[in-house]
């Protein structure tokens, strides 16, 4: 069975860092694509980052050039590293995965297989 799960989560303060993990198992991650997900208070879920099976990113409007996303496949994992957090940043984190095309991004929830039961960000001002 497939699953995904999230860690690093907490509180933090405005302009501080955190680094979330989706470790995988159940199955090998190495070739799919992954992006993380994120869903404030009283807001959709909207995509942050993604990472193709072929380690090529992508990332949303209001997180480039403060967050990077990352995997390590001998680690079956993938990581997203925040830095200099807004309190608008504040939301629970999903990591997310498709194993049938693994070559493409795609910022569409809908278009992820698997999915994690999220890590909860919350950043102070």
């Known amino acids: 069975q497939v699953q995904l799960v999230e860690s690093g989560g907490g509180l933090v303060q405005a302009g501080g860092s955190l680094r979330l993990s989706c470790e995988a198992s159940g199955r090998t991650f190495s070739s799919s694509a992954m992006a993380w997900f994120r869903q404030g208070p009283g807001k959709e879920r909207a995509y942050v980052a993604g990472?193709?099976?072929?380690?090529?990113?992508y990332y949303g409007d209001s997180v480039k050039g403060r967050f990077t996303i990352s995997r390590d496949s001998s680690r079956n994992s993938m990581y997203l590293q925040m830095n200099s957090v807004k309190p608008e940043d504040t939301a629970v984190y999903y990591c997310?995965?498709?194993?049938?095309?693994?070559?493409?991004?795609?910022?569409?929830?809908?278009?992820?297989?698997?999915w994690g039961q999220g890590t909860q960000v919350t950043v102070s001002s």
């Open positions: 997310a995965a498709n194993m049938a095309f693994a070559a493409t991004l795609n910022t569409a929830s809908s278009w992820y297989e698997h």
């Open positions: 990472i193709s099976g072929l380690g090529r990113t």
